[in-house]
């Protein structure tokens, strides 16, 4: 057992095995020689001889619970369950067998009673970090993201120093709200045009319908310019509930309904009592596509929205340049280091990257082009698309690859474009980099051919073939 305890658990058993007595009732060396086996990875023989210990004692609750874990191990996990269910009737506060049949159940795809035993074990062992990871993933899977951070929340009670705990919950802050909402709400430029756009449309009669909630701000710039009743859906509930709060606190509660739901879980007639006469939305990633705005927007248009309703952003547009500049070039390839030449790493280096820092200063050598434009207001559907774009360079320089921007067009009059050339010191939208498999070395005219193409769901700039 020392040798165990000291992890040579080989020798250990060898010891064991000598030892034992087989015509004698040792509960502690067969126990021990089933430990032992598990911790060299034999669990098929671990199996075995828990099962041993087990019909010999049954009466000894850890002997099925650890029955239970190598079952599970070998992936026979409706036997891990009975085995856990003995454990538990022995010794109803045996935390092992809990986990180990939460963790059978989650395999099997019982996610909400996987949860509830995994809870179960944290009762009995708040500090049971593993236990606690285990839990918060299944909460996830879910759409529960909000009681996982109060798991954490809970153990933190018991362990204020629970480092699994604080980390835990902040990963899944992470999860449920991005970092760019905070950037977001502090970009004066962005919330200006949409705040003048809507000024633009906005009337006392008006229903708006907004599709991504967030903090409620453009909800309630709807509502602060007069507009009857604005809906809007929010489909991670933490945020919603939050928003709620923020609706509250600044007092358009009674004309400010907040549902937690996805845009396409709301029914006309139930959570909109009537087709809105305007659509709001702001689900935009930085590359424009990322958040299934096409489908969201084709589906609100067809089913939420009368006919003939204003629509916000009204247009939007996918902008590209070839993109040069040293600074830049030294975070999207590499040539030589310290005297040592390391041009094969550029093979496995992404080609697709944000470019989250802006002291990079991407040089232009082309004007921009507009590779997509997607017209919300005209058109209901948006296939994919594929073609050719030629652009013309305007100044000589080694040209990494492309860089992409935003164009929005919330009304006739009011636009928002993140360009490349105007540093924001707060924007939720960063540029994105399509670089090249090796740099090019352009003059002033030069003319270079580029493959561009959206899924509905995501966009892809390349060198023309």
Same mark, same amino acid.
Request: proline share 4%; hydrophobic share 40%.
């Given at each position: 057992?020392?040798?165990?305890?000291?992890?040579?658990?080989?020798?250990?058993?060898?010891?064991?095995?000598?030892?034992?007595?087989?015509?004698?009732? /040792?509960? %502690?060396?067969?126990?021990?020689?089933? +430990? @032992?086996?598990?911790?060299?990875?034999?669990?098929?023989?671990?199996?075995?001889?828990?099962?041993?210990?087990?019909?010999? !004692?049954?009466g000894h609750s850890d002997g099925w619970a650890s029955l239970a874990d190598c079952q599970v191990r070998l992936g026979k996990f409706e036997e891990g369950i009975g085995s856990a269910d003995r454990a538990i009737k022995l010794d109803s506060s045996s935390q092992p067998a809990w986990t180990i049949r939460g963790d059978a159940l989650q395999r099997l795809? #019982?996610?909400?009673?996987?949860?509830?035993d995994y809870k179960a074990a944290l009762k009995l062992a708040p500090a049971d970090g593993e236990t606690l990871k285990k839990a918060s993933l299944c909460l996830l899977q879910l759409d529960q993201g909000s009681q996982a951070i109060e798991l954490c929340r809970d153990s933190l009670k018991v362990h204020p120093e629970m480092l699994t705990a604080k980390?835990?919950?902040? *990963?899944?802050?992470?999860?449920?709200?991005?970092? *760019?909402?905070?950037?977001?709400?502090?970009?004066?430029?962005?919330?200006?045009?949409?705040?003048?756009?809507?000024?633009?449309? &906005?009337?006392?009669?008006?229903?708006?319908?907004?599709?991504?909630?967030?903090?409620?701000?453009?909800?309630?710039?709807?509502?602060?310019?007069?507009?009857?009743?604005?809906?809007? @859906?929010?489909? +991670?509930?933490? +945020? =919603? /509930?939050?928003?709620?709060?923020? +609706?509250?606190?600044?007092?358009?509660? /009674?004309?400010?309904?907040?549902?937690?739901?996805?845009?396409?879980? &709301?029914?006309?007639?139930?959570?909109?009592?009537?087709?809105?006469?305007?659509?709001?939305?702001?689900? !935009?990633? $930085?590359?424009?596509?990322?958040?299934?705005?096409?489908?969201?927007?084709?589906?609100?248009?067809?089913?939420?929205?009368?006919?003939?309703?204003?629509?916000?952003? $009204?247009?939007?547009?996918?902008?590209?340049?070839?993109?040069?500049?040293?600074?830049?070039?030294?975070?999207?390839?590499?040539?030589?280091?310290?005297?040592?030449?390391?041009?094969?790493?550029?093979?496995?280096?992404?080609?697709?990257?944000?470019?989250?820092?802006?002291?990079?200063?991407?040089?232009?050598?082309?004007?921009?082009?507009?590779?997509?434009?997607?017209?919300?207001?005209?058109?209901?559907?948006?296939?994919?698309?594929? #073609?050719?774009?030629?652009?013309?360079?305007?100044?000589?320089?080694? @040209?990494?690859?492309?860089?992409? *921007?935003?164009?929005?067009?919330?009304?006739?009059? &009011?636009?928002?474009?993140?360009?490349?050339?105007?540093?924001?010191?707060?924007?939720? *939208?960063?540029?994105?980099?399509?670089? !090249?498999?090796?740099?090019?070395?352009?003059?002033?005219?030069?003319?270079? $051919? &580029?493959?561009?193409?959206? %899924?509905?769901?995501?966009?892809?700039?390349?060198?023309? =073939?």
């Amino acid at each position: 057992m020392m040798l165990a305890l000291v992890k040579s658990h080989g020798r250990a058993l060898e010891l064991l095995h000598e030892i034992r007595n087989a015509g004698k009732d /040792d509960a %502690d060396a067969l126990f021990n020689m089933g +430990v @032992c086996q598990r911790e060299l990875g034999d669990i098929g023989s671990a199996a075995q001889t828990f099962k041993d210990f087990a019909d010999r !004692f049954p009466g000894h609750s850890d002997g099925w619970a650890s029955l239970a874990d190598c079952q599970v191990r070998l992936g026979k996990f409706e036997e891990g369950i009975g085995s856990a269910d003995r454990a538990i009737k022995l010794d109803s506060s045996s935390q092992p067998a809990w986990t180990i049949r939460g963790d059978a159940l989650q395999r099997l795809g #019982k996610l909400p009673e996987a949860v509830a035993d995994y809870k179960a074990a944290l009762k009995l062992a708040p500090a049971d970090g593993e236990t606690l990871k285990k839990a918060s993933l299944c909460l996830l899977q879910l759409d529960q993201g909000s009681q996982a951070i109060e798991l954490c929340r809970d153990s933190l009670k018991v362990h204020p120093e629970m480092l699994t705990a604080k980390i835990g919950a902040d *990963w899944v802050l992470s999860k449920l709200v991005p970092f *760019w909402h905070v950037p977001m709400m502090n970009d004066e430029e962005r919330n200006k045009a949409y705040y003048d756009g809507l000024e633009s449309v &906005v009337a006392p009669e008006k229903v708006v319908f907004e599709i991504g909630t967030g903090s409620g701000l453009l909800a309630m710039m709807a509502a602060r310019l007069g507009a009857k009743t604005i809906y809007t @859906c929010e489909a +991670v509930g933490l +945020v =919603a /509930d939050t928003a709620r709060k923020i +609706v509250a606190r600044n007092n358009y509660q /009674d004309r400010i309904t907040i549902l937690a739901k996805s845009s396409q879980a &709301v029914r006309l007639g139930t959570d909109l009592p009537a087709r809105a006469d305007m659509l709001v939305h702001e689900i !935009f990633s $930085s590359e424009l596509l990322g958040e299934h705005v096409l489908p969201a927007i084709e589906d609100a248009k067809h089913r939420l929205l009368r006919p003939g309703g204003e629509v916000l952003p $009204s247009a939007a547009s996918i902008m590209i340049a070839l993109v040069g500049g040293d600074d830049l070039g030294k975070s999207l390839h590499v040539a030589e280091a310290f005297g040592f030449d390391l041009r094969d790493f550029n093979a496995i280096h992404p080609r697709k990257q944000p470019l989250y820092r802006e002291d990079l200063a991407p040089v232009l050598l082309s004007d921009g082009i507009e590779a997509f434009r997607f017209d919300f207001r005209k058109e209901s559907t948006f296939p994919g698309e594929r #073609k050719q774009i030629e652009i013309t360079a305007r100044k000589e320089g080694l @040209c990494y690859g492309v860089i992409q *921007w935003l164009r929005i067009e919330m009304s006739r009059d &009011v636009r928002y474009e993140n360009h490349p050339s105007r540093r924001r010191p707060s924007s939720n *939208w960063q540029h994105t980099i399509y670089g !090249f498999e090796e740099p090019i070395r352009l003059a002033a005219s030069s003319i270079v $051919s &580029v493959t561009a193409t959206h %899924d509905r769901s995501r966009s892809w700039f390349e060198l023309a =073939a």
